[in-house]
């Protein structure tokens, strides 16, 4: 499966616990990026990386939120001392700056906080 | 600022009817447009794309979407619907920051 992949699917955890996802992009995509989905709604924009530069941060994205790509490839998104609110589908999507203007997403990874 | 307007949050079509999903838009310069299709527990898939050229865009599953530059729309759309395109879809458009802005969705039931 060449597609972008997400670890882990599910993942349930207390108020206050840190959690950290994973995300594997297609191998020749060079930007990646970060989307949250809440029962209802579109998916909303976190960050971005192009390569292993972070380019963009919405004001979405809390000071308990960090996102990281350290060798352009995979991306991790922690988020620490969850709260209920936190709760939501966490996205990752792909593509490459020179190629189509498509973004091709993963599963994601359904957090909820307790 | 760009954004996306879904009208409708539910859309009833019966099985085998041509199936019409809206979405308008506002945007400074050439709009990037797209539909996604995204099934329960599921991530999003891309059915198709309006960057430029030809108004009617053909997608996958027997999609297509028609470029309205003067309504500002961008509708979906499909000659004759299956049970299987029951589902949640997005339009979306890329802002100059190359983020997507998505609508708030649209859920699609297809009544065998």
């Given at each position: 499966d060449t597609g972008v992949s997400q670890n882990p699917r599910h993942k349930i955890t207390k108020r206050g616990q840190n959690v950290t996802f994973r995300c594997d992009p297609i191998s020749e995509h060079n930007r990646l990026y970060?989307?949250?989905?809440?029962?209802?709604?579109?998916?909303?924009f976190l960050t971005y990386f192009q390569n292993e530069a972070q380019l963009e941060k919405s004001r979405l994205l809390s000071d308990r939120f960090s996102a990281e790509r350290p060798k352009g490839s995979?991306?991790?998104?922690?988020?620490?001392?969850?709260?209920?609110?936190?709760?939501?589908?966490?996205l990752c999507a792909s593509d490459h700056i020179a190629a189509d203007e498509t973004q091709y997403f993963g599963p994601g990874t359904r957090l909820l906080v307790l | 600022?760009?954004?996306?307007?879904?009208?409708?949050?539910?859309?009833?079509?019966?099985?085998?009817?041509?199936?019409?999903?809206?979405?308008?838009?506002?945007?400074?310069?050439?709009?990037?447009?797209?539909w996604y299709v995204q099934y329960p527990n599921r991530g999003l898939q891309f059915l198709l794309k309006y960057i430029?050229?030809?108004?009617?865009?053909?997608?996958?599953?027997g999609f297509e979407a028609e470029f309205n530059k003067s309504q500002t729309s961008f509708h979906l759309k499909k000659p004759s619907a299956l049970v299987s395109d029951s589902a949640l879809y997005f339009c979306a458009v890329r802002d100059i920051y190359d983020k997507i802005i998505f609508?708030?969705?649209?859920r699609l039931h297809i009544l065998p």
């Open positions: 970060w989307y949250r989905q809440t029962l209802g709604q579109g998916p909303e995979f991306s991790t998104l922690e988020i620490q001392r969850t709260e209920q609110g936190d709760s939501a589908m966490y | 600022a760009q954004s996306v307007a879904q009208p409708e949050d539910q859309v009833n079509v019966a099985e085998g009817n041509p199936l019409t999903v809206k979405c308008t838009y506002s945007v400074s310069g050439n709009p990037y447009l797209f430029t050229g030809d108004n009617l865009v053909k997608g996958s599953y609508g708030k969705g649209t």
